[in-house]
């Protein structure tokens, strides 16, 4: 996620180089697009693998959750969807609950 948060600098940082030297800056250009060339490729060669391997992984996890018996005074972590989150909410909260859990003494 935060490689992506680079890419809005990427031009700022390739105007610096070629202030540096022209060269370099053709070079660091080159290596951009290249770069940006390989994460396309990537992304269109592992798309379709992925998907499948996501699939499967769910269903097999719901086959699981399915056989998994249920107990009295079992402890399960529910989350209640009250109103719209943003998406660094929908992250956060887990991680947040579960700091809070952590740290409470019982």
């Known amino acids: 996620m935060f490689p992506i948060l680079d890419a809005p600098w990427a031009p700022v940082f390739i105007v610096v180089v070629f202030m540096l030297h022209p060269w370099l800056g053709v070079l ?41 018996p249920m107990y009295p005074g079992m402890q399960a972590e529910v989350m209640i969807v009250t109103g719209a989150r943003t998406m660094l909410e929908y992250i956060m909260k887990p991680m947040s609950d579960s700091f809070n859990r952590a740290f409470r003494e019982k």
């Open 28 to 68: 660091s250009l080159i290596g951009a697009i290249l770069l940006f060339a390989i994460a396309i490729a990537n992304e269109i060669v592992t798309r379709g693998p992925l998907m499948r391997a996501n699939g499967a992984a769910n269903a097999a996890l719901a086959r699981v959750l399915r056989e998994t």
